[in-house]
T-cell receptor
Framework: KNEVEQSPQNLTAQEGEFITINCSYS?????LHWLQQHPGGGIVSLFM???GKKKHGRLIATINIQEKHSSLHITASHPRDSAVYIC????????????FGTGTRLKVLA | SQTIHQWPATLVQPVGSPLSLECTVE??????LYWYRQAAGRGLQLLFY??????ISSEVPQNLSASRPQDRQFILSSKKLLLSDSGFYLC????????????FGPGTRLTVL
């Protein structure tokens, strides 16, 4: 079992829909990072969370440390949101490495 | 502000040829630096990371090597490329703090023929 699990693996939505992507982890963490990888390959940092909730435009990220779970929400989805969304955690094991989730491939149809 | 550069953006090389990919970071000092590879349709695999000049940690045995000749320069090399070295190579940097938020470069798409 992976230490960081994402669901769903693939998601197709209609433009305007509310989207939720989930990330669960089994290790102690100091921070969780949501990343977006565009079809061309470039990776953009969306949020870094250690507690609570963050919002940027139509994107909202939440984390529940006790339940070891984070969600990324997209409101009023748009075709330009189509990308792979990756959850990555920095464990408290003392290394600088990320543990990556498997990624969620989102396609938003016009 | 900080920026990270990678070059070249794309590269097509024959099997057995050497490789050198370069990554540089601007606007910060003493960064942690990382090389990742992403095979087609797969997730990110950490290849090497560095916490300082000349300090390289290798994550997986492979045909590649890394060097950090300067504080903000990270180089990925191979003496002889294999077909299996094809993929998308990403460099990233992070500050040395508890959050370790990593910022990624634009990547190099390598095709070995």
């Amino acid at each position: 079992k992976n230490e960081v699990e994402q669901s769903p693996q693939n998601l197709t939505a209609q433009e305007g829909e509310f989207i939720t992507i989930n990330c669960s982890y089994s290790v102690g963490i100091s921070a969780l990072h949501w990343l977006q990888q565009h079809p061309g390959g470039g990776i953009v940092s969306l949020f870094m969370l250690s507690s609570g909730k963050k919002k940027h435009g139509r994107l909202i990220a939440t984390i529940n440390i006790q339940e070891k779970h984070s969600s990324l929400h997209i409101t009023a989805s748009h075709p330009r949101d189509s990308a792979v969304y990756i959850c990555a955690v920095r464990s408290t094991s003392g290394t600088y490495k990320y543990i990556f989730g498997t990624g969620t491939r989102l396609k938003v149809l016009a | 502000s900080q920026t990270i550069h990678q070059w070249p953006a794309t590269l097509v090389q024959p099997v057995g040829s050497p490789l050198s990919l370069e990554c540089t970071v601007e606007g910060t000092s003493n960064p942690n630096l990382y090389w990742y590879r992403q095979a087609a349709g797969r997730g990110l695999q950490l290849l090497f990371y560095s916490v300082g000049i000349g300090q390289i940690s290798s994550e997986v045995p492979q045909n590649l090597s890394a060097s950090r000749p300067q504080d903000r320069q990270f180089i990925l090399s191979s003496k002889k490329l294999l077909l299996s070295d094809s993929g998308f190579y990403l460099c990233a940097w992070s500050r040395r703090d508890s959050y370790n938020e990593q910022f990624f470069g634009p990547g190099t798409r390598l095709t070995v023929l």
